[in-house]
């Protein structure tokens, strides 16, 4: 007895079974058992492709044997025999991994075929044209996708021989030249045994889940090596029979605008990939309804059917052969941001799905793309096109264009924004296109490779643009006579296909009315706080807009650098005596306590974390001799005692300097004006506009419990005299940031003096890892090579080490305030899989920048659904 089987027909498996089939495999084998039209095949797993490289990449003996019997068994539900000269059966071979991705190998198609089952082919089909047609296309695969032939080879006799409808001698002709490049390139006969090729095959698809392509693919996306790779082995139907037969691609609604209409192309007396690599002009799917009604009545019916089955959109691939439908795949259609909300929304709506699942349907990153940008409207109006393609992915895309990837990537790498302006995209551009703000083709439709991967990234795509002529030699494309130069400006409308010749000004969106209702979803669901890391009123007031609960972090320093302040903080710092400090700061206070009151008026009644200030002294001192000069002359103090004070403030390692709390401790007079600002404006807001404003005061850069008493002790004081004096009730609260690892350590003892923790996890990395953002920067992607680190923990919480930190201090704050406050404000607080974790934690609340205040909400909501508490 075998302990393992490596080989399930499609109707032995089912959906749930992806790790182990494929998701084309799954998909294949769960149509196939809801009764859609499927042609029968069978699925070798991914488990035999693990095996594969376990065994010194050699297919073993009792896979092989499966493979066989599996082949028998298709064999009989079909009537043909593989390899029988007068009744044979073809195979696809198809590989399929548990998440699709570029870089796989490609389908091969008529597999079985060779010089002698050709002709049966042909008596069978009655077509010989067909026959050969098939044969040539095969030959070609096998070559290019087996064997790793390069295309172009076959595609110079194909352009050769182009002129006009080809007869069956000149397909005949092709297929000898065909061969003899095979031969010429392998030193041996194109195989003729269908078991051979069948095995190669395979082996092939194995192999090609280490292609460079699809390794890097993984490596981005943080998908493992390990999976591996299964592989499809289906009987063939065929679009390429005539005018009843054809292939096409298609969206059960509206990939780009989420529209209920099925959305799709198709090719009639076409085979495979035609439609999706631009060859040919497809049609839109309505035109079936004329040419083969009775498909298309059938094909809308399984669409319906799908889409209702795995409660999503579908992207479903079919054939018709000779007035027959099959579906050859279907999965989870990817869509725009827009699409996906209003998927979302209406399935909901259709009381197809529940609102949980709803919002689990959009992915949060994308929502990004939501807050990508438009056109300028009245410049839009202005402006006129110099072309028109199809709108194939939403947006607005204005940069310099290039003809290639690698120039596009260079290009961007340098700063430019840059369109990719091609024929069609390849597999191999993908570094390209998402370098680019836009990509503008000028073959393929909505359903070809640049519009389907353009979408999925969320950037601007226009496709069929087909009055473009360019000519990527000479670096140019030509529209109406007009040339336009490598380099030059253009402007893409994602959302007409409108293609400008000029520079013109993008904005952001505002949102939709599916992007409320769903926004509004998340907040029922989600129980963590989303707050904002702003620090100037407009920045609040975007906030606000997008939806933040409050303002987790507002920063001091950058209020402190503003023109007509920094002299007296100058003053402050190069004045010796306590009262001179004083002084100079008090004529900042005013000027601090208007921004505070513009602040709270933008949050309204949102609480608002003000962190005292924290960056070291240094940086606010003239650096050079004439700025110290005129410093100099401006303080009327001497230029040399001047110079030396600035020298004396000099740090070797500023970020372990004279910042944070230490600032407040070396000078409290700072803390104290700081707190009077805050504190004053609270009280006159409260007067003026009623409301109840509860200042957050945060200590920043806390290490140990006495650090930040002695800082507590100073705010304390001042802000209740300020109370006192104003005559109104006002609460406040006084807190820490969590950042430096001795405070997570001594959490216990801090909690003691803090009514609320923010994780400062920007810092608390930087010091964890011992390693400055800018300096990892430079060394990660080494790293990441090396696989000594899987990703930058700047942007994604370390939850083995950071978060471990983290982890502690929420337990022993807890152990001495059981109530304690808890949030963060570090960069990660933007990261979908970091919010899973602080939700996890049982943070409050989150923070961080405005613009990404509705992915964090919805992350947030997603994490509470996949983990309620
Ligand atoms: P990809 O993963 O790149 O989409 P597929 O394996 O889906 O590759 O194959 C691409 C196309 O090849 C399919 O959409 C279909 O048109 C065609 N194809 C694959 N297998 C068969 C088959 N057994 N019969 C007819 N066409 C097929
Ligand atoms: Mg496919
Ligand atoms: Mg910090």
Known sequence: MKDKKYVYLFNEGNASMRDLLGGKGANLAEMINIGIPVPEGFTITTEACIKYY????????????????????????????????????LVSVRSGAKISMPGMMDTILNLGLNDETVKGLGRLAGNERFAYDSYGRFIQMFSTVVMGIEK??????????????????????????????????????????????????????????????????RKSNGISDKWGTAVNVQSMVFGNMGETSGTGVAFTRNPATGEKSVFGEYLINAQGEDVVAGIGIPQPIINLKEDLPECYSQFMNIAHKLENHYRDMQDVEFTIERGKLYFLQTRSGRRTAQAALRIA??????????????????????????????????????????????????????????FT??????????????????????????????????????????????????????????????????????????????????????????STGNVYG??????????????????????????????????????????????????????????????????????????????????????????????????YEAAGERSVTIRLLDSSLYEFLPADESSIKNLSDKMG?????????????????????????????????????????????????????????????????VGGVRELKYVKNIVVKTADEVIKASGIELGYKVGTMIEVPRAALTADKIAAEAEFFSFGTDDLTQMTFGFSRDDLSKSLSSYCDKKIYEFDPFQKIDRAGVGKLIDMAVKLGRETKADIGLGICGEQGRDPSSIEFFHDIGFDYIS????????????AAQAQIKDPR
């Not at 990449?57 to 539900?77: F, M, N, P, R, V």
């Not at 051979?196 to 890097?216: C, K, T």
Request: hydrophobic share 40%.
């Open 54 to 89: 376990g065994e010194n990449k050699t297919i073993s003996e009792d896979i092989i044997e499966e493979i066989y019997s599996a082949l028998g068994k298709i064999e009989k539900k079909t009537g043909r025999e593989f390899g029988n000269k007068e009744n044979p059966l």
């Open 152 to 217: 172009k080879k076959f595609e110079d006799v194909l352009d050769n021989a182009e002129n006009a409808e080809l007869t069956v001698s000149d397909l005949k002709e092709i297929i000898v030249k065909f061969k003899k490049i095979y031969n010429d390139e392998t030193g041996s006969n194109f195989p003729q045994n269908p078991e051979r090729q069948l095995l190669q095959a395979i082996a092939a698809v194995f192999m090609s889940w280490y292609n460079p392509r699809a390794v890097i693919y």
């Open 345 to 402: 929304v209406d399935m909901v709506e259709e009381n197809l799905i529940g609102k949980e699942e709803a919002v689990l349907k959009v992915e949060p990153r994308q929502l990004d793309t939501l807050l990508h940008l438009n056109f300028d409207r009245d410049e839009l109006k202005r402006a006129d096109a110099i072309a028109k393609g199809l709108p194939a992915s939403q947006g607005a895309a204005c940069g310099r264009i290039y």
């Open 405 to 494: 990837s690698e120039d596009a990537k260079k290009h961007h790498d340098h700063g430019e924004k840059v369109i990719l302006v091609k024929t069609e995209t390849l597999p191999e551009d993908i570094e390209g296109i998402s370098a680019s703000e836009g990509i503008l083709t000028t073959k393929g439709g909505m359903t070809s490779r640049a519009a389907v991967t353009a979408r999925a990234m969320g950037i601007c795509c226009v496709t069929s643009c087909n009055n473009l002529i360019i000519d990527e030699k000479a670096g140019n494309f030509k529209v109406k006579d007009r040339l336009y130069r490598k380099g030059d400006y253009i402007s893409l409308d994602g």
């Open 502 to 599: 000029k520079f013109m000004q993008t904005v952001l969106p505002e949102v939709s009315g599916y992007f409320s209702i769903f926004m509004g979803w998340t907040d029922d669901i989600k129980k963590m706080a989303v707050r904002a890391n702003a620090d100037t009123p407009g920045d609040v007031k975007k906030a606000v807009e997008f939806g933040a609960e409050g303002i987790g972090l507002c920063r001091t320093e950058r209020m402190f650098f503003n023109e007509d302040r920094i002299s007296y903080i100058r003053e402050m710092i190069v004045f010796s005596t306590e009262e001179q400090k004083r002084r100079a700061l008090y004529k900042l206070l005013p000027k601090q306590k208007e921004d505070f009151i513009k602040i």
């Open 637 to 701: 103090v001497n230029f040399q005692k001047l110079k030396n004070t600035v020298r004396s403030f000099h740090e070797f390692n500023p970020m372990m300097g004279q910042r944070g709390c230490r600032l407040a401790i070396s000078y409290p007079e700072i803390a104290e004006i700081q707190t009077k600002a805050i504190m004053e404006a609270a009280i006159d807001v409260k007067r003026e506009k009623g409301y109840n404003i509860v200042p957050e005061i945060m200590v920043p850069l």
């Open 848 to 859: 961080c920048l405005p613009v990404k205040i509705p992915v964090a909400r919805l992350a």
